[in-house]
């Protein structure tokens, strides 16, 4: 059970909030390679081996000087292609003086890291994720530290019946499960639709959509390997369309993660939830960052509980699949293909 999964390396992560690098160096941890990113010249993102060429120091412990990091344990300085372009007291760097970079790019008020073959990392694959960054909608983000395994969250994600039982206070609703699931995979992708007729509506929708009555309510996930969520979800009133496309009495949101392994058994989570209604009210701007926090949070909770059991399992403990688990396996079986074919 506690066999760590290998990871897909040729794909980009998402390793930062753009606005965390306005402060100085970060370093991450990621795919258990430890990377300091900072902003070099004119500010473009950079990132590199979190570890001085001289004697291992943490870069990230450093300062950034004129585009540039600065190890704080001998000074010894590196641009943003890893050369060591200063050594104190000697005119030139050492041969090998040096450190690993990785290819970086700043988009959707992201970082993203290409982890694997730098000749492969086009921009052009960053997953779509416009809302965050959209004058259209309005959103709200955040990042979790998960003492979990990356893989977790693509069954936790892929399958929303939990939002009954984890969710309870404000996604959830009783009879989620009873509703079934459509399941289509293609494009690189697992797609996952579900619709819940004339029920009511969770506490969250209730709050920010006025509803008084049942609802239909829609939950569509895009699921693109290695981990990244694009979950559209919404309600509007019973029989006004929303199936055939007429969302006009109605709300829509996007629920956005993504998800970077730190380790195999630790993971970093991103999110954002976006709305286009409304979106010029600073209040509900506020409650829905609280609400969505506080329900996201709620999985890591989960998620960390699954992983502390998965590590002192007894060796003979089987798994057993249910129906909601239809999204999760062809997502299982998706990413397990891609990383097979990266070999």
Same mark, same amino acid.
């Given at each position: 059970?506690?066999?760590?999964?290998?990871?897909?390396?040729?794909?980009?992560?998402?390793?930062?909030?753009?606005?965390?690098?306005?402060?100085?160096?970060?370093?991450?941890?990621?795919?258990?390679?430890?990377?300091?990113?900072?902003?070099?010249?004119?500010?473009?993102?950079?990132?590199?081996? &979190?570890?001085?060429?001289?004697?291992?120091?943490?870069?990230?412990?450093?300062?950034?000087?004129?585009? @540039?990091?600065?190890?704080?344990?001998?000074?010894?300085?590196?641009?943003?292609?890893?050369? @060591?372009?200063?050594?104190?007291?000697?005119?030139?760097?050492?041969?090998?003086?040096?450190?690993?970079?990785?290819?970086?790019?700043?988009?959707?008020?992201?970082?993203?890291?290409?982890?694997?073959?730098?000749?492969?990392?086009?921009?052009?694959?960053?997953?779509?994720?416009?809302?965050?960054?959209?004058?259209?909608?309005?959103?709200?983000?955040?990042?979790?530290?998960?003492?979990?395994?990356?893989?977790?969250?693509?069954?936790?994600?892929?399958?929303?019946?939990?939002?009954?039982?984890?969710?309870?206070?404000?996604?959830?609703?009783?009879?989620?499960?009873?509703?079934?699931?459509?399941?289509?995979?293609?494009?690189?992708?697992?797609?996952?639709?579900?619709?819940?007729?004339?029920?009511?509506?969770?506490?969250?929708?209730?709050?920010?959509?006025?509803?008084?009555?049942?609802?239909?309510?829609?939950?569509?996930?895009?699921?693109?390997?290695?981990?990244?969520?694009?979950?559209?979800?919404? @309600?509007?009133?019973?029989?006004?369309?929303?199936?055939?496309?007429?969302?006009?009495?109605?709300?829509?949101?996007?629920?956005?993660?993504?998800?970077?392994?730190?380790?195999?058994?630790?993971?970093?989570?991103?999110?954002?939830?976006?709305?286009?209604?409304?979106? &010029?009210?600073?209040?509900?701007?506020?409650?829905?960052?609280?609400?969505?926090?506080?329900?996201?949070?709620?999985?890591?909770?989960?998620?960390?509980?699954?992983?502390?059991?998965?590590?002192?399992?007894?060796?003979?403990?089987?798994?057993?699949?249910?129906?909601?688990?239809?999204?999760?396996?062809?997502?299982?079986?998706?990413?397990?293909?891609?990383?097979?074919?990266?070999?």
């Amino acid at each position: 059970m506690s066999t760590p999964q290998p990871y897909l390396r040729n794909r980009w992560y998402v390793a930062a909030w753009a606005h965390e690098l306005d402060s100085g160096p970060l370093g991450r941890t990621v795919m258990d390679e430890p990377v300091v990113f900072f902003r070099g010249a004119g500010g473009a993102v950079a990132a590199l081996e &979190d570890s001085c060429a001289h004697r291992y120091m943490a870069l990230s412990l450093g300062r950034v000087i004129d585009g @540039c990091i600065e190890c704080p344990y001998h000074g010894l300085v590196y641009d943003a292609t890893g050369a @060591c372009v200063r050594v104190p007291g000697q005119a030139k760097a050492p041969p090998g003086a040096a450190v690993k970079s990785y290819p970086v790019a700043e988009k959707w008020r992201w970082v993203w890291i290409w982890m694997g073959d730098p000749a492969r990392a086009d921009e052009a694959l960053i997953p779509d994720f416009h809302w965050n960054d959209d004058p259209a909608w309005a959103a709200v983000g955040g990042y979790f530290h998960v003492k979990g395994g990356w893989r977790l969250f693509v069954d936790n994600l892929l399958d929303l019946s939990h939002v009954a039982y984890v969710h309870a206070s404000t996604l959830g609703t009783d009879r989620v499960a009873d509703f079934p699931v459509k399941v289509r995979r293609g494009d690189g992708a697992v797609h996952v639709e579900r619709w819940i007729f004339d029920e009511p509506p969770p506490p969250l929708f209730t709050a920010v959509g006025g509803f008084t009555g049942p609802v239909d309510r829609w939950q569509m996930i895009a699921y693109t390997p290695p981990a990244h969520f694009a979950i559209d979800v919404g @309600c509007a009133e019973p029989g006004t369309g929303a199936v055939e496309g007429d969302r006009s009495r109605g709300i829509t949101m996007f629920s956005n993660h993504s998800i970077t392994p730190e380790t195999a058994r630790s993971s970093h989570y991103f999110w954002h939830h976006a709305r286009n209604f409304r979106i &010029d009210e600073p209040a509900l701007t506020k409650t829905l960052a609280r609400a969505t926090e506080t329900a996201f949070g709620e999985d890591v909770v989960i998620i960390e509980a699954q992983q502390d059991r998965m590590d002192r399992a007894r060796p003979d403990k089987p798994i057993i699949d249910i129906a909601a688990d239809a999204g999760v396996l062809q997502g299982r079986r998706l990413l397990d293909s891609m990383i097979a074919a990266e070999g």
